[in-house]
C-alpha cells in the first residue's frame, strides 16, 4: 500500500449506478421534502433537536438542557443520576426572575463563582450581583461605564474587568474599585487584546479577554498590549450623509506586531510583577497556563518564524522565568491548546513526528515517554484519572474520517477505543472518566445519543433524533468515497446525488471548500436537510480534501510550507479530472464556492484552475497574502521579503491573464478579517484585462454576517446556481412567499 494512502474508505466505481438503478423504484415510492420543510423547519420534520449536555457536576451526574429550553438558560438545565436516568430541575432560576426585574435574564449571568452563589449581570453599562443563597440582588458598580469582560475570581470575592484599556476589579464585599493599571490608551491595552492576538492566538471565544485568574482567586496574570508600531488599516462606513471611517491596527506580512509584556499583579491591588521577558523581541506570546495552586504561571512564547516553541515557567513574586519545554520543527510548530497538570508531571499534544499524539513528562520538563504513536491523529484530552492511571482522549485511529473515544494508561500501556460502530462521536466524559455521554451519527444515519461506562459498555440509549417521517422520504445519496492522485494520495470526498438520480443524464457539480491548513471538510458525520433543495433541483455536490487539509497528519500540512495554493489546485483539479470520466457529470458545469480561505481558493479555481472550474463565488476572499495579518501567513509563507516569489506563486492575481467562466466576488464593506481590499485588487486587476466577472459588496457587513443579509447572500447565491448551472429560472415568488426573497419591486 502507498504510504500516501489513508486507511481505507469505500470506493466508488461503477456499481454505485446499478444501486441507483435498484434504488430508483422504491425511491419512486418515497416523497420528496418541500421547500418549508428543508428551509422553514416545516412539518412534517424529518428529526428532531436532541437535548444538550452542558457538562459533569461529578462523576455520577451530568447536566442536561433539553430542547426548546435553550443551550444558554441553565433555568431549561436539569441534573441527570447517570446510573438510574433520574431527573431533576437543576439551578431553577425562573425563581429569581421578579428579583432580578425586567431587562435581565436570571438564566444567563455574565459569570458566576465556581460555586454558583454569586452570579453577575451587565446592564446599561452598569454591574449587578445576584447571591442565589440569600436572594439578595443588588447593584455592584456606582456609574455606568464600559467594564468588558467581567470575570468572577475562582473565590468569588473579586470581578475583574477592562475599562479605557486599563485592567480593574472589584472587592465583591467592600464594593470597592480597584484600578491596576494606569496607561491604557488607544494603542496601550491591559488584559484586552490586540486584534491579532484576539483573531489568531487568544481565539474570538475570548472576547478580546487578556487577563487570567490563578486558581486561588489571590493573583491575576494579564497581557499588556501595545500597538504603537502597528500601521493602521482604514475601514469606511458608509451610514449616513458623510460616512464614518474606522481605524484598526492591523500587521499585514511583514509589518511589525504589537509589543506584549506579561504582568502578574495581586487581587487585592499593589505593583504589577512583570516578567523578564523583552517586550521588544519579535516574538508571540500564546495563552498562559496557571500550574496547580498558583504556585507558577507557564507562559507559552514563539519566536516570529515560528519554528520554535517555548513554555516558561514564571514565578508570580519575581517575575523570573525557567523554560519547562521546548518544541522545533522545520516548518512551523502549533500553539499548546492546553497543560493537563499531574501530581508529578504534566500531558500535552505534539505533532513533532508528523502526527498529533500524547507526551508525558515528569515535573522538571523531561519527557518520560509517549503514551500513543502512529499515523493517526489524536484530538481533545477529556479526562485524566491519576488514581487508575488513565487517560481519556478523542482520536481518529479507525479512520480520518470519524472520531472516537479512547483511553490509555499512564505507562502508554492498554490503548482501548471506547465508542461503537462506523460513526462520528462527540463525547463528554466524567471528571474521572466513570461514564461518558455520546452524541453520534454518520453521513447516512441522523443523530443519537448514549450513555456508556468509562470502559466503553453501553448504559442506555438518550435519545434518538430520526422521526417517524423520516423513512417517508427519499433523500438525495450522500457518499464518502476516495479519489486517487497520481502521486498517489487517496483524497476523501464526500457528494450529494440528486434523490431522483438518473445515471442517463448529466447532471452540473457545485463544490463547496475552505481548504485552509489542517481544516477537513470532509468527514461521516450527519450533514442534516441543507442540501437537499440543490440535489433536488438536479445538482451534484462535491467537498473533497487536499492533501494538506489534516487526513494525512502534519506530515500531509506540511507540504504546504511556503506553497500555499499549490496542493489545493492540485487536488482539487485531479478531482475534476475524476469527474470528467463520469457519463453523468456536465464539465462545462463546474462551480466552486468558499468563503474566507474558500474563498482564496474559489479566486484561485478561477484563474489558475480555469481549465477545470467553469464557475465560481468567493466570499471575502484573500487574494494576495501579502495583504493578510503576520501571524498567520508568515507561519506557512515565511516573510514576504525573504519570500517573494512564492507570494507571487500563491496569488489568484498573477494568474489573472488565465480567467475565463464566471465568477462571482462577494465582500463586506467593513471586513476586519479580510479586508475588502483584497476584493478590489483582484477587480482591478479584472477589469484592466477587460474581462467579465460579478461583484457584490454588503456595505457596513465585516467577516461574515448574519440577518437580512446573510439572507439576501444565500438567494442571491441559488440565484447564480441555477442561472448558470441548472441552467432555469430561479423561482422567486417560491422564496418570496415563504418571507425570504428580496421583497416586492418599486
Request: aromatic share 12%.
Amino acid at each position: 500500500m502507498s504510504r500516501h494512502r489513508q486507511r481505507p474508505l469505500r470506493r466508488i466505481a461503477g456499481a454505485f449506478i446499478l444501486i441507483s438503478i435498484a434504488l430508483a423504484a422504491t425511491a419512486q415510492e418515497k416523497k420528496l421534502l418541500s421547500f418549508d420543510q428543508i428551509f422553514r423547519n416545516g412539518e412534517p420534520r424529518l428529526t428532531k433537536i436532541l437535548p444538550a449536555v452542558a457538562g459533569w457536576t461529578d462523576d455520577d451526574h451530568f447536566v442536561e438542557t433539553a430542547q426548546g429550553e435553550g443551550p444558554a438558560r441553565l433555568g431549561g438545565s436539569f441534573l441527570v443520576e447517570a446510573r438510574t436516568g433520574k431527573r431533576v430541575p437543576y439551578r431553577d432560576m425562573e425563581q429569581y426572575r421578579t428579583i432580578v426585574g425586567e431587562g435581565i435574564e436570571p438564566g444567563n449571568p455574565a459569570s458566576s463563582d465556581e460555586s454558583y452563589t454569586h452570579l453577575l449581570y451587565a446592564r446599561d453599562g452598569e454591574l449587578f450581583l445576584l447571591d442565589t443563597r440569600t436572594k439578595e440582588f443588588r447593584r455592584l458598580t456606582e456609574s455606568r461605564a464600559e467594564r468588558k469582560n467581567p470575570t468572577f475570581s475562582p473565590d468569588g470575592k473579586y470581578v475583574a474587568f477592562t475599562r479605557d484599556n486599563n485592567l480593574c476589579a472589584i472587592e465583591i464585599a467592600s464594593g470597592k474599585e480597584i484600578q491596576y493599571t494606569h496607561d491604557g490608551s488607544d494603542v496601550v491595552y491591559n488584559g484586552w487584546a490586540s486584534w491579532l492576538y484576539y483573531e489568531e492566538i487568544l481565539g474570538r471565544a475570548s472576547r478580546y479577554r487578556a487577563f487570567w485568574w490563578s486558581p486561588d482567586g489571590s493573583r491575576l496574570a494579564f497581557f499588556r498590549f501595545d500597538d504603537s508600531r502597528v500601521p493602521v488599516f482604514p475601514l469606511f462606513n458608509s451610514a449616513g450623509q458623510h460616512g464614518l471611517p474606522e481605524t484598526q491596527h492591523y500587521p499585514e506580512a511583514g509589518d511589525p506586531n504589537p509589543e506584549v509584556r506579561i504582568g502578574v499583579v495581586p487581587a487585592a491591588g499593589g505593583d504589577v510583577v512583570w516578567s523578564d521577558f523583552d517586550a521588544k523581541g519579535d516574538q508571540y506570546f500564546g495563552r498562559p497556563f496557571w500550574a496547580p495552586g498558583g504556585a507558577s504561571l507557564w507562559v507559552q512564547w514563539m519566536n516570529r518564524r515560528q519554528d520554535t516553541l517555548d513554555v516558561y515557567a514564571v514565578d508570580p513574586l519575581t517575575g523570573r522565568k525557567k523554560i519547562v519545554f521546548r518544541e522545533s520543527q522545520a516548518s512551523w510548530v502549533e500553539w499548546l491548546e492546553a497543560v493537563h497538570f499531574l501530581s508529578d508531571g504534566f500531558i500535552i499534544r505534539s505533532d513533532r513526528d508528523g502526527w498529533m499524539h500524547l507526551y508525558l513528562y515528569d515535573a522538571g520538563g523531561n519527557l518520560k515517554r509517549r503514551l500513543t504513536q502512529g499515523k493517526w491523529t489524536v484530538g481533545e484530552v477529556q479526562a485524566v484519572d491519576e488514581r487508575s492511571g488513565t487517560v481519556f482522549f478523542t482520536a481518529k485511529k479507525e479512520s480520518s474520517l470519524r472520531t472516537d473515544l479512547y483511553s490509555v494508561n499512564l505507562d502508554g500501556s492498554g490503548l482501548k477505543r471506547l465508542t461503537f460502530g462506523a460513526f462520528t462521536h462527540a463525547v463528554r466524559v466524567s471528571p474521572a472518566g466513570k461514564y461518558f455521554v455520546t452524541t453520534y451519527s454518520n453521513v447516512t444515519n441522523p443523530p443519537k445519543m448514549a450513555l456508556c461506562t468509562g470502559d466503553g459498555k453501553l448504559v442506555r440509549e438518550i435519545g434518538d433524533s430520526r422521526e417517524p417521517a423520516f423513512n417517508d422520504y427519499t433523500l438525495g445519496k450522500t457518499e464518502l468515497f476516495t479519489i486517487r492522485t497520481q502521486d498517489g494520495y487517496d483524497l476523501p470526498v464526500i457528494w450529494t446525488l440528486p434523490p431522483r438520480f438518473d445515471p442517463s443524464k448529466r447532471y452540473p457539480v457545485l463544490f463547496s471548500e475552505y481548504g485552509g491548513p489542517n481544516s477537513e471538510s470532509v468527514s461521516d458525520g450527519w450533514r442534516g436537510i441543507a442540501p437537499e433543495w440543490l440535489a433536488e433541483e438536479g445538482l451534484i455536490q462535491v467537498s473533497v480534501d487536499h492533501r494538506g487539509s489534516g487526513h494525512f497528519g502534519k506530515e500531509g500540512v506540511a507540504l504546504m510550507y511556503g506553497n500555499l495554493g499549490k496542493w489545493e489546485m492540485n487536488d482539487y483539479c485531479e478531482a475534476v479530472r475524476w469527474l470528467r470520466t463520469k457519463p453523468f457529470v456536465d464539465s462545462t458545469r463546474v462551480c466552486i464556492t468558499g468563503g474566507s480561505y474558500g474563498g482564496y481558493v474559489t479566486c484561485l479555481a478561477l484563474t489558475e484552475g480555469a481549465g477545470y472550474f467553469t464557475h465560481g463565488v468567493a466570499l471575502f476572499s484573500v487574494t494576495d497574502w501579502r495583504l493578510y495579518d503576520t501571524h498567520y501567513v508568515e507561519r506557512y509563507m515565511g516573510s514576504p521579503a525573504g519570500n517573494a516569489e512564492a507570494y507571487r506563486e500563491a496569488s489568484p492575481l498573477t494568474y489573472a491573464g488565465r480567467y475565463r467562466g464566471l465568477l462571482r466576488i462577494v465582500h463586506g464593506t467593513m471586513d476586519d478579517n479580510v479586508h475588502m481590499q483584497n476584493s478590489l485588487q483582484l477587480i482591478d486587476t479584472l477589469e484592466n484585462l477587460n474581462r467579465h466577472f460579478e461583484f457584490m459588496a454588503y456595505p457596513g457587513e465585516r467577516h461574515g454576517w448574519g440577518g437580512k443579509k446573510a439572507l439576501h447572500l444565500r438567494n442571491e447565491s441559488y440565484r447564480f446556481y441555477y442561472t448558470n448551472l441548472l441552467l432555469k429560472e430561479f423561482p422567486e415568488q417560491l422564496f418570496e412567499k415563504a418571507g425570504m426573497g428580496p421583497g416586492r419591486r418599486r
